[in-house]
């Protein structure tokens, strides 16, 4: 058989038996008869065994959670994380209660961050005022850098490299995040603005607006568990991005499109550093 043939073989196998990493045993028989009627030249132990992910020793995956906080942020990078094997995934909030996205979304997180010592991945998302509040606020600030202490990637989205440059943790760091004022929120934090769609610098992966989270987590899924098993979760997701028309960067934006979106960012966050900045 052909290494491609093989290859598309495994990864659609994969997914068989993958439910947010867990294993079905009604699944297994589904893909044995399956395999019988490919003819495939590979018996159903050499199958399950080849495309088996890489080992690793991510075993917790934490999203930080709060008011305010883009629901796609954080729905984007937990679909694809959720993807490996055994992950222990979990919302984690900073207080008790609901959590209302800046569209109004409702949803329950899982625990909160008085209750949470340690993680291996931890992802924080960006928003709207709850960002910029989240930004400022020491607890919060203290808990990333207790959680980095002992994890193994600490990531953020969008402008969620607000709240992890606040925590002092991207001094230093190469680094990315929503294109509004980027290079100077980064300067601000003394980090190197990389202008790029995800940034990695060691354990620091940061990624640019919304969307740009999806492509940060696949390339963190390739690393922990291998390319073959990270493409089969894009196939899961259909995740060919082919937008109706360009745009959706500053490079690409039609000039007057630009200046209005980077007037209206603007009166409206600037407001909300200045309160902050005044609580200081």
């Not at 098993?229 to 028309?245: C, H, I, T």
């Amino acid at each position: 058989m052909e290494e491609s043939r093989k290859q598309i073989l495994i990864i659609s196998t994969l997914f068989l038996i993958l439910s947010c990493g867990k294993q079905n045993a009604s699944y297994e028989a589904n893909i044995k008869e399956n395999i019988e009627l490919e003819q495939v030249q590979m018996s159903h132990e050499e199958l399950i065994q080849a495309m088996k992910p890489k080992q690793h020793n991510i075993e917790k995956v934490g999203i930080l959670v709060y008011n305010g906080v883009n629901s796609l942020d954080v729905f984007g990078p937990r679909y694809v994380l959720c993807q490996i094997m055994g992950v222990d995934m979990k919302l984690i909030a900073l207080k008790s209660g609901n959590v209302k996205t800046v569209t109004g979304i409702e949803f329950v997180p899982d625990t909160t961050i008085d209750k949470v010592d340690s993680l291996d991945v931890l992802v924080i998302p960006g928003g709207f005022r709850g960002t910029i509040e989240a930004s400022y606020n020491k607890d919060v600030q203290e808990w990333i850098r207790k959680i980095d202490l002992t994890s193994t990637y600490t990531t953020s989205v969008c402008t969620g490299g607000w709240i992890l440059g606040s925590s002092g943790l991207l001094r230093g760091k190469k680094a990315t995040t929503n294109w509004f004022n980027a290079e100077e929120m980064m300067t601000k934090y003394g980090a190197e603005f990389t202008n790029e769609r995800f940034s990695k610098d060691g354990k620091y992966w940061t990624s640019a607006g919304v969307t740009a989270g999806m492509d940060m987590s696949l390339a963190l899924l390739e690393e922990i568990a291998g390319k073959n098993y990270a493409q089969g979760v894009m196939l899961d997701m259909e995740y060919d991005p082919s937008p109706p028309f360009e745009g959706g960067s500053p490079e690409k934006t039609t000039p007057h499109v630009l200046q209005f979106m980077t007037a209206m960012y603007k009166s409206g966050i600037d407001p909300i550093i200045e309160e902050m900045e005044k609580r200081e």
